[in-house]
């Protein structure tokens, strides 16, 4: 059974981080499966994931290029290497 497309809107959420200053924090949403979605995986090659804040840290630049990426489609592996939208 695959999990149901999210749209960008509810597939992820960026927000200010709390604990590093000029920083913001990708945070993905949970689809339940237990793997990484989409948006989880293309934030982990811009940044580092941050228990604290739940998501993952990037400077400003990082969250735009992350956005403009997500809505062109673009994947990425588990090992950080992007994939071009199918």
Do not use: C, H, Q
Not at 3 to 32: E, F, H, N, Q
Not at 39 to 67: C, D, I, K, M, P
Request: hydrophobic letters at 40%; a positive charge.
């Amino acid at each position: 059974m695959t999990a149901p497309a999210l749209t960008p809107a509810a597939a992820y959420s960026i927000v200010p981080a709390r604990y590093a200053k000029g920083k913001m924090v990708i945070v993905p949403t949970r689809d339940g499966s237990g793997f990484k979605g989409r948006a989880a995986r293309l934030a982990g090659t811009f940044g580092r994931w941050v228990n604290r804040s739940g998501g993952y840290t990037v400077s400003e630049a990082g969250a735009r290029r992350f956005e403009r990426l997500y809505t062109e489609g673009w994947d990425a592996s588990i090992f950080g290497d992007l994939e071009a939208p199918r």
